[in-house]
T-cell receptor, first 110, second 111 residues
Framework: EPEVTQTPSHQVTQMGQEVILRCVPI?????FYWYRQILGQKVEFLVS????????KSEIFDDQFSVERPDGSNFTLKIRSTKLEDSAMYFC????????FGAGSRLTVL | RKEVEQDPGPFNVPEGATVAFNCTYS??????FFWYRQDCRKEPKLLMSVYSSGNEDGRFTAQLNRASQYISLLIRDSKLSDSATYLC????????????FGSGTRLQVQP
């Protein structure tokens, strides 16, 4: 049973469309993170979420991005108006020190 | 200077070889260090934490040199299944809990 489940595994969207990526993290974990990895590049931090609010975010996480925990279990990353350069693998992770990553959602923006 | 720097490789080694990867980090306030493994188009998975005293897990040995801000990973008796990208990861908890990843070192073990 995966500890962190992400959906969809792959999404193709047109530039300018809204995308929502979902994560179901390990129960009882307090810290949640979104990272992204552009193909061939390093894993980059986007945002961390603790106690139902953003605890820190990177310079990548601009106004186009938002995170929510709508129902106490799912953890979502929304991109309001996708750009070509948003094409990447998006990883959800949980953990206070050592992180456990989900399998990722591959986003392709055309 | 990059926050976490690694030789991208690839390191092409025969089965049974010993291979070593190095990593340097720029922030002297960094507190926790890890090696993660990432297979092609998969998520990073923790290989091992790195402690100041050095630590070993089977064929894998990690070392930390705080004075030189340098981390190493040694893999003995390489297996085909060790082929992957090895990510050096650093945590600096002063105002930020997020991990900083190196770009990774690719290892290809050949039969």
């Amino acid at each position: 049973e995966p500890e962190v489940t992400q959906t969809p595994s792959h999404q193709v969207t047109q530039m300018g469309q809204e995308v929502i990526l979902r994560c179901v993290p390990i129960s009882n974990h307090l810290y949640f993170y979104w990272y992204r990895q552009i193909l061939g590049q390093k894993v980059e931090f986007l945002v961390s979420f603790y106690n139902n609010e953003i605890s820190e975010k990177s310079e990548i996480f601009d106004d186009q991005f938002s995170v929510e925990r709508p129902d106490g279990s799912n953890f979502t990353l929304k991109i309001r108006s996708t750009k070509l350069e948003d094409s990447a693998m998006y990883f959800c992770a949980t953990g206070a020190n050592v992180l456990t990553f989900g399998a990722g959602s591959r986003l392709t923006v055309l | 200077r990059k926050e976490v720097e690694q030789d991208p490789g690839p390191f092409n080694v025969p089965e049974g070889a010993t291979v070593a990867f190095n990593c340097t980090y720029s922030n002297s306030a960094s507190q926790s260090f890890f090696w993660y493994r990432q297979d092609c188009r998969k998520e990073p998975k923790l290989l091992m934490s790195v402690y100041s005293s050095g630590n070993e897990d089977g064929r894998f040995t990690a070392q930390l040199n705080r004075a030189s801000q340098y981390i190493s990973l040694l893999i003995r008796d390489s297996k085909l299944s060790d082929s992957a990208t090895y990510l050096c990861v650093v945590a600096t908890y002063t105002g930020r809990r997020a991990l900083t990843f190196g770009s990774g070192t690719r290892l290809q073990v050949q039969p």
